[in-house]
């Protein structure tokens, strides 16, 4: 793909029909659970895009046996009942989030000793929570580079854990990311003697803290949240032959929002009002926004409202918030300005995407304040202009939204999309072209 992408100004409403790969963040989850099981797993419905194939090349490189079908999207992985094959290696997560946090876990907890590397985005990130709880757990930490950051090199501390016949009892903060809780929890079946993890943060709970335990439970795996804290029982165990993955709601909210900013009409195949992704809230912010959501067969359509105007709200996403930068990007198009509530956290993600959000809209001549966990968008006009992704996915795909209604929008480094969409702009610009 070039350097720049040029969106296509619309001349009518949209009505699109596509369909969207399976979700990063649950594509993610199942191969873990599947190199933990003990059984051979079947996964389908797999997302193939940059942070899953380090997924996957790091379970080969840890010796894991992975059959891999890029074409039917199926990967089969053999599990090893909570070992890991080889007991030294090294391995390289790029800038996947979840690999990092997901591995780093199961590694610490693992009776061997790894490298583990990554991206230099990805070594920016936050992992110090999770650091702190390895070390207190008995886990030998070399930082490599920067102290609390990515690379280390790591000594698990599986035969400490083992030796314990009470649960496990770990205290974790998740405010600056739920991944940490995720990790553990889905690696829990290595903790033999169970384990219990009381939250120390404000925040408790979240929509990927919940996708985790419902993917645990379909292994066979149960918790139990008691609003402080976590546990998992002793000699729990995934079991699991086939597993599909849902199609990714983070990828569909794009289209839907296209229909809304162009009064037109977007289905999005096999994604239904079941799907239990956190980032389905968004039709309820599209919906109190003015447009109707509705399921059929085939999947959920969204239609842009019948006024041809979006209403302005505050909405509060902070456990949807992948779609803070897809409001922001359609907000200038409301009515009354857009308000985005206790959305600290993005600050630390791929991209400080508060900043972004600010920088870009403005760059593009709309009004946008900017505070330490929200944002004010003012309604506007965006002009043309090349539009910035900081080497972030979701910039670059909410932000071609607003090429839909104006003439002249750059995206640059469209490629960083390779990330969890890789095809985004190839169905956009086909999806375009065929408006006349």
Same mark, same amino acid.
């Given at each position: ?28 989850? @199942?191969?873990? &659970? ?52 080889? %007991? ?18 199961? &590694? ?10 990554? =991206? ?23 930082? &490599? ?6 690379? +280390? ?8 854990? %083992? ?60 918790? +139990? ?6 546990? +998992? ?23 839907? @929002? ?10 999005? %195949? ?10 389905? %809230?968004?039709?309820?912010? &599209? ?46 198009? @409301? ?15 791929? =991209? ?21 966990? @929200? ?50 702009? =190839? ?10």
């Amino acid at each position: 793909m070039s350097e720049q992408f040029m969106v296509k100004k619309l001349k009518h409403p949209v009505d699109w029909t596509v369909e969207v790969p399976g979700s990063k963040s649950m594509t993610n989850r @199942a191969l873990l &659970l599947a190199a933990l099981s003990g059984d051979t797993v079947s996964l389908d419905g797999v997302l193939f895009s940059e942070d899953s194939r380090h997924f996957l090349s790091a379970l080969q490189m840890l010796g894991f046996c992975v059959e891999i079908n890029e074409a039917k999207r199926s990967v089969r992985v053999k599990g090893c009942g909570g070992m890991i094959p080889k %007991k030294e290696a090294e391995i390289n997560v790029g800038s996947a989030g979840t690999a990092a946090r997901f591995l780093t876990a199961m &590694l610490g907890f693992s009776d061997g000793v790894y490298t583990i590397r990554a =991206s230099e985005q990805m070594k920016r990130r936050p992992m110090a929570p999770l650091f702190a709880l390895l070390r207190d757990a008995g886990a030998e930490i070399e930082y &490599l580079e920067k102290e609390n950051c990515l690379p +280390v090199r790591l000594h698990g501390c599986a035969p400490e854990t %083992k030796k314990q016949s009470e649960p496990l009892l770990l205290a974790l903060d998740i405010s600056q990311s739920t991944q940490f809780l995720s990790a553990l929890l889905l690696i829990s079946p290595m903790i033999r003697q169970g384990l219990c993890i009381s939250i120390t943060s404000e925040k408790k709970d979240g929509s990927y803290i919940r996708i985790t335990r419902k993917m645990m439970e379909d292994f066979g795996a149960n918790t +139990v949240f008691c609003g402080h804290y976590y546990e +998992v029982p002793p000699d729990t165990a995934y079991h699991k032959a086939h597993y599909t993955v849902e199609p990714d709601m983070s990828a569909a909210c794009y289209f839907y @929002a296209a229909a809304a900013i162009t009064g037109g009409r977007a289905l999005v %195949k096999r994604v239904h009002m079941d799907n239990t992704q956190g980032d389905l %809230k968004f039709l309820d912010v &599209l919906e109190r926004m003015g447009c109707a959501v509705g399921e059929t067969e085939d999947g959920i359509v969204v239609s842009g409202p019948e006024t041809g105007e979006l209403r302005g709200i505050t909405a509060d996403m902070n456990d949807f918030s992948d779609q803070a930068l897809t409001l922001a990007a359609i907000a200038p198009f @409301a009515a009354e300005k857009v308000r985005i509530e206790r959305i600290g956290h993005i600050r630390l993600q791929e =991209s400080d995407r508060i900043h972004a959000i600010r920088a870009e809209l403005s760059r593009l001549g709309i009004r946008c304040d900017e505070e330490a966990e @929200a944002v004010t968008i003012y309604p506007g006009n965006p002009h043309g202009g090349v539009v910035f992704t900081y080497d972030d996915h979701r910039v670059a795909m909410a932000f071609s939204l607003i090429g839909l209604k104006t003439d002249g929008i750059l995206i640059d480094n469209p490629g960083c999309c390779r990330k969890t969409f890789e095809d985004y702009f =190839s169905i956009l610009a086909r999806l375009t072209s065929a408006d006349c």
